[in-house]
């Protein structure tokens, strides 16, 4: 399951995702990740919460983050929950086919696995494609 988390910047997204961790943590049974651009998150999430700083890694595309992400998985398979937030930033690719490809890959890896993501988006939602609109 793909959840999309899209507005312009400052209209709230991180601050939504923030309370979404932290509901995770709490209910589920599982292990909860959070992926973001930079370690800005590190006192706003529950510490049960795997936080990981993007810009520690070098990722560079799609392909680097659905590798890091099946290597994630691969080494716990407890996780139930990813949070990814500014997916732009974290991939450096706004392109519409690359988003679509990768939620498309997300929500199958996340089919197979019984795991779920959650994803920021800064972009008018009103504009996104019909690829990116099915996981709003």
Not at 61 to 72: A, I, Y
Request: net charge negative; aromatic share 12%; hydrophobic share 40%.
């Amino acid at each position: 399951m793909v959840k999309v988390i899209m507005g312009h910047a400052g209209a709230g997204k991180t601050k939504d995702i923030i309370e979404l961790v932290k509901k995770a943590a709490e209910e589920e049974s599982g292990n909860v990740i959070c992926i973001e651009k930079s370690a800005e998150l590190t006192y706003d999430i529950p510490y049960r919460v795997r936080l990981i700083d993007a810009s520690s890694y070098g990722f560079s595309g799609v392909e680097f983050l659905e590798g890091f992400l099946s290597g994630l998985y691969a080494s716990n398979f407890d996780i139930t929950h990813i949070f990814i937030d500014g997916l732009y930033s974290i991939i450096g690719d706004k392109s519409d086919a690359a988003v679509e490809d990768f939620l498309d890959w997300c929500d199958a890896f996340g089919e197979k696995q019984n795991l779920r993501f959650t994803i920021s988006i800064s972009s008018d939602a009103e504009l996104a494609t019909p690829g990116i609109k099915k996981y709003l």
